[in-house]
């Protein structure tokens, strides 16, 4: 039995949730990436006894947390990195954004569906973008979503200087394999690409026979941008915590230069918690993942036994990709609103026709999101 209480929905009333807010009270909210878990119980006593200290003031990053996190990337997934690499940020999307700046050239290519905020980084950046599908393969129950190297090569442009890359991917669920990530890394070798990647979500693999591959690992002479975060894996998001990892000395002044008056030393709050999260020897993850895996498995038997709705295999993160466009709704979003369910509009993520379903969540939410939802299917 797991000694973390995963089960208990906490009452965020009060607390101007962001998830909980934006919908109605009649509406159950399984759309942003922020789930209902309380954070660990050594992380928040760790958060507490800061907060015991009395005294918040600005704070510079502690060396306890860098060589905790250097430990972690080589414990966890094989990269042994340095601290003169590590850039923290208050989150992986500024990261995003930064890079889009420290990257040369006049255009972004930038696979879809991918996670809404990869998208507005070109405008943000006064680049272009230039978004390029996914494909789905594979038979029932292990359809999923892979990257297409013709399409690349068939997109790219002369003035292209970055790639931007989510893996484990948002919405999808997808990890790529090594085997993809070293055709990507070649692909953007011979084009002479910076390749941005967000791997925010590399401690939620789901699958046992799954593991994730750090793509900057695969060629240290590629220019690269790795972004890390302990927010997802933890249920911390609101304390904004992020790391880049940049091994190219010009790259990195780059991206220092691109960040420079714009974002200062994190909330010591956020340190605290980060130099926990990646110091742990905790069961939380594997706990963690088994409630997640279990939660994945029961909306993947719910959908399969609907009509006119598909999901690809979720393989990490806790997002599902519903494929609703064989309802043929003028209004997904509104529909699925009018029976008490708050996803993400595919829509924003490239994916028209396509609702995300957090299912990162207490296991009576979930059954009372699929009932409403198999209503709400049943009721087009």
């Known amino acids: 039995m797991s000694a973390y209480d995963f089960d208990t929905l906490v009452d965020r009333t009060g607390t101007s949730s962001a998830k909980w807010t934006y919908y109605g009270p009649d509406v159950l909210p399984f759309w942003v990436a922020d789930m209902d878990f309380r954070a660990p119980p050594g992380l928040?006593?760790?958060?507490?006894?800061?907060?015991?200290?009395?005294?918040?003031?600005?704070?510079?990053?502690?060396?306890?947390?860098?060589?905790?996190?250097?430990?972690?990337?080589?414990?966890?997934?094989?990269?042994?990195?340095?601290?003169?690499?590590?850039?923290?940020?208050?989150?992986?999307?500024p990261g995003l954004n930064l890079a889009g700046r420290a990257v040369g050239g006049g255009s972004l290519l930038i696979p879809a569906p991918v996670y809404f905020p990869f998208l507005a980084v070109p405008g943000h950046v006064d680049k272009a973008g230039i978004v390029v599908d996914l494909e789905r393969t594979g038979g029932p129950g292990r359809e999923r979503w892979v990257m297409d190297m013709d399409r690349f090569e068939a997109n790219v442009?002369?003035?292209?200087?970055?790639?931007?890359?989510?893996?484990?991917?948002?919405?999808?669920?997808?990890?790529?394999?090594?085997?993809?990530?070293e055709a990507l890394v070649e692909f953007c070798l011979r084009h002479g690409l910076t390749l941005v990647s967000?791997?925010?979500?590399?401690?939620?693999?789901?699958?046992?026979?799954?593991?994730?591959?750090?793509?900057?690992?695969?060629?240290?002479?590629?220019?690269?941008?790795?972004?890390?975060?302990?927010?997802?894996?933890?249920?911390?998001?609101?304390l904004g915590v992020g790391v880049?990892?940049?091994?190219?000395?010009?790259?990195?002044?780059?991206?220092?230069?691109?960040?420079?008056?714009?974002?200062?030393?994190?909330?010591?709050?956020?340190?605290?918690?980060?130099?926990?999260?990646?110091?742990?020897?905790?069961?939380?993850?594997?706990?963690?993942?088994?409630?997640?895996?279990?939660?994945?498995?029961?909306?993947?038997?719910?959908?399969?036994?609907?009509?006119?709705?598909?999901?690809?295999?979720?393989?990490?993160?806790?997002?599902?990709?519903?494929?609703?466009?064989?309802?043929?709704?003028?209004?997904?979003?509104g529909h699925f609103e009018g029976h008490g369910l708050g996803f993400s509009d595919g829509e924003r993520f490239g994916g028209s026709g396509f609702q995300r379903f957090n299912f990162g969540c207490p296991r009576t939410m979930l059954e009372e999101g699929l009932a409403r939802f198999v209503a709400s299917v049943q009721n087009v």
């Open 157 to 181: 442009r002369r003035d292209t200087g970055g790639f931007l890359l989510c893996n484990p991917q948002n919405p999808t669920g997808r990890v790529y394999g090594r085997d993809e990530l």
């Open 198 to 238: 967000d791997e925010i979500h590399c401690d939620l693999i789901l699958d046992p026979d799954v593991s994730h591959t750090c793509v900057a690992c695969l060629a240290p002479e590629l220019p690269t941008i790795t972004l890390f975060g302990p927010n997802k894996s933890y249920n911390i998001p609101g």
């Open 244 to 333: 880049a990892v940049i091994p190219d000395a010009d790259l990195r002044r780059a991206f220092l230069r691109a960040r420079a008056g714009l974002i200062g030393p994190l909330s010591p709050l956020a340190y605290v918690a980060a130099q926990w999260a990646y110091s742990e020897r905790t069961d939380w993850l594997p706990s963690l993942n088994g409630y997640l895996r279990a939660n994945r498995d029961r909306l993947q038997e719910i959908v399969a036994g609907l009509s006119g709705v598909e999901m690809t295999h979720v393989e990490g993160t806790y997002l599902g990709w519903l494929d609703v466009r064989e309802l043929d709704l003028d209004d997904p979003a």
């Open 44 to 93: 928040l006593a760790a958060v507490a006894d800061r907060l015991d200290h009395g005294v918040l003031g600005y704070t510079m990053t502690p060396p306890e947390l860098e060589a905790a996190f250097i430990d972690w990337l080589e414990r966890r997934h094989g990269w042994k990195v340095v601290e003169d690499w590590l850039v923290w940020l208050p989150g992986v999307v």
